[in-house]
């Protein structure tokens, strides 16, 4: 955090503009680069969940699976917690 | 003949962001700094190229005519009169676009890389047919932006097709900076750019209003060696691709006295 922003935020002011173009920009490009309609990254989001769920439990509420760029190269990266508490052992018959 | 000639396509995918400044500003001082030079305006819907350098009146024949052989090359070619190193070839009618390919635009400056040492192109804006032509006959390009959403986000397509075209290598310059903006964070940071795109910085220039009043006059800024920042900023982008070591402009120094150290320090990172 920049003094700039720690003032900004003290005051209660919105933040620069600066960073919430650079924000917004990262993630428009990262799906610009992919070429995945917002569809599409829903249903693989869906799909990655319910692979995903039937050997762990994970908290969907939690759970994000995103498009992230760095140095022109896109990246999925999910992040799916566990729950803390564990239903069963065994993987869910389908 | 020139043996090592460089063909360098100057594109940005949106449109009005300064290609069209960039290549007559570019051409008159490559021109000026010894090297032979050929400007070619490849925008054959909305040529301007000609407008800018103040060569409207003296058209003959295009591109158009050079590839249906109904005219040489040099009777196409038109001579800047005060910087006789430098040469325009014009777009054609709109309607090329209808029947004109790649392979049309990899003929003409092959042409062109015969006679001269740097064949600037002028890409149209977008990434349709007109840019597909354009990038066909390119080695290398530079793409230009300014430091807002839109432009880097166009940027970024046209950078990702030249990569799949193989054009190599890929430099930037960014346009319209605002040094004031700059440092109270209300603009995009030339870093920010930079590691967004993935692109060496090629160069930068200030927005700066003799840009204007030298178009109304189409007498490119780097003409008349005028002290004008961005006169100041193409320059050196031109020297800096003839090989030159040129440092780079550093928009936080741009301004000095009490108020831009206290901007300076309030970008500090505290935490």
């Known amino acids: 955090m920049t003094l700039r922003e720690l003032v900004d935020k003290l005051l209660g002011r919105q933040p620069a503009s600066a960073a919430t173009a650079r924000d917004r920009l990262q993630l428009v490009l990262a799906h610009d680069r992919s070429d995945l309609s917002p569809e599409l990254l829903d249903q693989m989001r869906r799909e990655i969940f319910e692979v995903v769920a039937k050997y762990v439990d994970i908290d969907l509420e939690e759970g994000d699976v995103s498009l992230e760029t760095e140095d022109r190269v896109t990246a999925l990266v999910a992040n799916l917690p566990f729950r803390r508490t564990i239903s069963s052992s065994n993987p869910k018959p389908d | ?271």
């Open chain 2, 1 to 271: 003949m020139t043996s090592n000639s460089r063909t360098i396509l100057i594109c940005s995918g949106k449109g009005g962001v300064g290609k069209t400044t960039l290549t007559a500003n570019l051409g008159i001082a490559l021109a000026q700094h010894g090297s032979s030079t050929v400007v070619l305006d490849a925008d054959f819907g909305l040529r301007n190229l000609d407008l800018l350098l103040g060569l409207e009146n003296r058209i003959v024949y295009t591109a158009q005519e050079v590839l249906a052989e109904t005219c040489r090359m040099d009777q196409a070619l038109v001579k800047h009169k005060q910087v006789p190193n430098l040469a325009l070839l014009p777009a054609g009618n709109p309607r090329m676009l209808e029947w004109l390919k790649p392979e049309d635009m990899q003929s003409i400056a092959s042409m062109l890389e015969k006679r001269f040492d740097y064949v600037l192109i002028d890409c149209p804006a977008g990434i349709e047919d007109g840019f597909k032509n354009a990038v066909a006959a390119a080695r290398e390009a530079i793409v230009i932006t300014t430091p807002e959403v839109s432009a880097v986000r166009d940027a970024d397509r046209v950078i990702g097709l030249l990569n799949t075209h193989g054009v190599s290598p890929v430099q930037l310059v960014l346009n319209r900076v605002r040094p004031k903006m700059m440092a109270n964070q209300e603009m995009l940071a030339v870093d920010d750019v930079t590691d967004i795109l993935a692109l060496p910085l090629l160069g930068l220039v200030l927005e700066d209003e003799q840009v204007i009043v030298s178009t109304n006059r189409g007498e490119p800024l780097t003409l008349n060696g005028t002290k004008s920042p961005a006169a100041k900023a193409y320059g050196n982008i031109a020297k800096r691709l003839q090989g030159e070591d040129v440092p780079l402009l550093d928009p936080s120094k741009e301004r000095s006295g009490l108020r831009a150290t206290v901007r300076r320090l309030m970008q500090t990172k505290i935490f």
